[in-house]
C-alpha cells in the first residue's frame, strides 16, 4: 500500500503523466459505467 502510495505522489508531481493517467482512469470509468 505504501508503494502506490509513493507512486501516486510521482504520478502528481507528474504533471503530464497525471494528465495521461487521469484520461486512462476517466477512460476506465466511462467504459464501466455504460457497461450496465
Known sequence: ???NQ???N???D???FG???KAWM????Y???NET
Do not use: N, S, T
Open 1 to 3: 500500500m505504501e508503494q
Open 6 to 8: 509513493d507512486i501516486f
Open 10 to 12: 510521482k504520478i502528481l
Open 14 to 16: 507528474d504533471k503530464d
Open 19 to 21: 494528465i495521461v493517467v
Open 26 to 29: 476517466l477512460e476506465k470509468v
Open 31 to 33: 467504459k464501466k459505467i
